[in-house]
């Protein structure tokens, strides 16, 4: 059973940088996606790994900003240059119905519980 759970979050100033970790146990040959949710906003990925690590994706809106790697058992979110409109909840999850990096959510099957970031002088 894959099992997912993020850390990292917490309380940031504009400019400011935090790191995510997600934290995989079990199987976790899978291509990484984070997602974000802001108040009263949809979900949306914000970035994606693939499960060598080769190839990584980004929404417009973080790139440039935001890195995200990987190593055998972890994936990072490195979050650099930080704005208010990046306050939401943050969640990892596990792309376990497609061979490569999705930004559909439907294709992700296992999901952590979530950690917030609030980005705020």
């Known amino acids: 059973q894959l099992q997912l759970v993020e850390s990292g979050g917490g309380l940031a100033q504009p400019g400011g940088s935090l790191r995510l970790s997600c934290a995989a146990s079990?199987?976790?040959?899978?291509?990484i996606g984070w997602f974000r949710q802001p108040p009263g906003k949809e979900r949306e990925e914000v970035s994606c790994?693939?499960?060598?690590?080769?190839i990584t994706n980004y929404a417009d809106s973080v790139k440039g900003r935001f890195t995200i790697s990987r190593d055998k058992n972890t994936v990072y979110l490195q979050m650099n240059s930080l704005k208010p409109e990046d306050t939401a909840v943050y969640y990892c999850?596990?792309?376990?119905?497609?061979?490569?990096?999705?930004?559909?959510?439907?294709?992700?099957?296992?999901w952590g519980q979530g950690t917030q970031v609030t980005v705020s002088s």
């Open positions: 790994i693939s499960s060598s690590g080769g």
């Open positions: 999850a596990a792309n376990t119905r497609a061979p490569s990096c999705s930004v559909y959510p439907a294709d992700f099957g296992s």
């Open positions: 079990g199987f976790t040959y899978y291509p």
